[in-house]
């Protein structure tokens, strides 16, 4: 059974930085590739970067610049490093496997964990 569990979430101000981290359990994680998504109040849940297997990054246009996606297979860890926030940025952010590109449908999700960026 596949498990992701999120944590790193908070409040900040705009500008500031945060770092999500995403452990995984269940499966083969150094062969398992896996992003993050977010959901405001109110809109559709988007993907936001995605960590293939390969080690090949995608991000959204959104967010491109800002955040930076990493894993670390010896701790089975996803990370997203977020700098730069915006009010924006507000939502409950979600970690997702398997999410070899922006465009994957994740079988598997986090319980998610929430940002609010204040301005």
């Known amino acids: 059974q596949v498990q992701l569990v999120e944590s790193g979430g908070g409040s900040v101000q705009a500008g500031g930085s945060l770092r999500l981290s995403c452990a995984a359990s269940g499966y083969t994680y150094s062969r398992f590739c896996m992003g993050w998504f977010r959901q405001a109040p109110g809109k559709e849940r988007e993907a936001v970067a995605a960590?293939?297997?390969?080690?090949?990054?995608s991000y959204a246009d959104s967010v491109k610049g800002r955040f930076t996606i990493s894993q670390d297979n010896a701790k089975k860890t996803l990370y997203l490093q977020m700098n730069s926030l915006k009010p924006e940025d507000t939502a409950m952010y979600y970690c997702a496997a398997p999410l070899c590109s922006l465009y994957w449908v994740p079988d598997y999700w986090g319980q998610g964990t929430q940002v609010t960026v204040s301005s």
């Open positions: 960590f293939d297997s390969d080690d090949t990054t």
